[in-house]
């Protein structure tokens, strides 16, 4: 099943897309910096998301863990 019609696919991805964007802004800023407008603007934003709010990120992150441990 594709992660677009699974709701729970989804939210993972969508972390995981934040998760990593914020860490790849953090090591090499330039490559997210340049792309602020179109299409890749969405890993530009994200990476702002998981910088202004890390700490409900790295929950949300924890949650899924723990949803899918337990399954």
């Known amino acids: ?11 993972l991805v969508i ?7 914020t860490y790849i ?6 490559i997210v910096d340049r792309n602020k407008q179109g ?4 890993f530009w934003m994200s990476a702002r998301i998981g910088e202004r709010l890390s ?3 790295a ?3 924890i949650a899924m ?3 899918i ?3």
């Open 25 to 30: 802004r953090a090591v090499a800023p330039g």
């Open 55 to 57: 700490p409900y990120v």
């Open 15 to 21: 972390i995981l897309m934040i998760c990593t964007c």
């Open 69 to 71: 441990l337990i399954q």
């Open 1 to 11: 099943m594709s992660a677009l019609f699974n709701f729970q696919s989804l939210l």
């Open 65 to 67: 863990a723990v949803k």
């Open 39 to 42: 299409f890749l603007g969405l």
């Open 59 to 61: 929950l949300a992150c």
